[in-house]
């Protein structure tokens, strides 16, 4: 009789691939959030620069900036649930003339209240904050790291012109 050779895996053998998949598909989710995560953070650099931006131009026209007389002022009800755009936007009079409309963070929807963008200004200097809505550690040597808020080190911010005692004060 001959013998009968039967190819194929067993059980076990099938059981530890699957595992192994899926231990590798954790990890691929795990990594996959991660760069989710650092790409709304740079889209969070990239508005305050664009804002930034925006900001310089304004000044150039008008030789002061948008003023908010000394107040934060933000989207996020905390900070007076201010609009995109016009005299009562969250940074007034920039949008739509210098900037078609003022950015807000790409998770407001799902922010805490007073996560959001913020502007404050008191004519002569500025700053512009990505406020506790970063959701990656800001070190030091960041140029977005925001001094008063070290602590935290979830907050981005940028303040004007270049050296202005707001960046160390507000």
């Given at each position: 009789m001959?013998?009968?050779?039967r ?7 099938l059981l530890?691939?699957i595992g192994?998949i899926g231990?590798?598909a954790?990890?691929a989710v795990v990594?996959?959030?991660n760069s989710?995560s650092?790409?709304r953070?740079a889209?969070?650099?990239s508005?305050?620069t664009?804002?930034?931006k925006?900001?310089?131009?304004y000044?150039?026209?008008n030789?002061?900036?948008?003023s908010?007389?000394g107040?934060?002022w933000?989207?996020c009800a905390?900070y007076?649930?201010h ?5 009562n ?7 739509p003339k210098?900037?078609?409309v003022l950015p ?14 913020l502007?404050r200004?008191?004519?002569q ?14 070190p030091?040597s960041d140029?977005?790291?925001d001094?008063p808020?070290?602590?935290s ?11 202005a005692?707001?960046c160390?004060?507000w």
């Amino acid at each position: 009789m001959k013998k009968v050779s039967r190819r194929g895996f067993t059980l076990v053998e099938l059981l530890v691939v699957i595992g192994i998949i899926g231990i590798l598909a954790v990890f691929a989710v795990v990594q996959f959030g991660n760069s989710r995560s650092k790409v709304r953070d740079a889209k969070r650099k990239s508005d305050l620069t664009l804002i930034q931006k925006a900001l310089e131009v304004y000044y150039t026209d008008n030789e002061a900036y948008p003023s908010t007389s000394g107040g934060w002022w933000g989207v996020c009800a905390t900070y007076g649930s201010h609009p995109t755009s016009g005299a009562n936007g969250y940074v007034p009079n920039l949008a739509p003339k210098y900037i078609g409309v003022l950015p807000v963070d790409p998770q407001q929807a799902t922010l805490p209240a007073g996560s959001c963008y913020l502007y404050r200004s008191d004519g002569q200097q500025y700053k512009i904050l990505s406020h506790m809505s970063t959701e990656t550690q800001v070190p030091p040597s960041d140029p977005f790291y925001d001094i008063p808020r070290s602590g935290s080190q979830f907050t981005y911010g940028l303040c004007g012109p270049t050296g202005a005692a707001a960046c160390a004060g507000w």
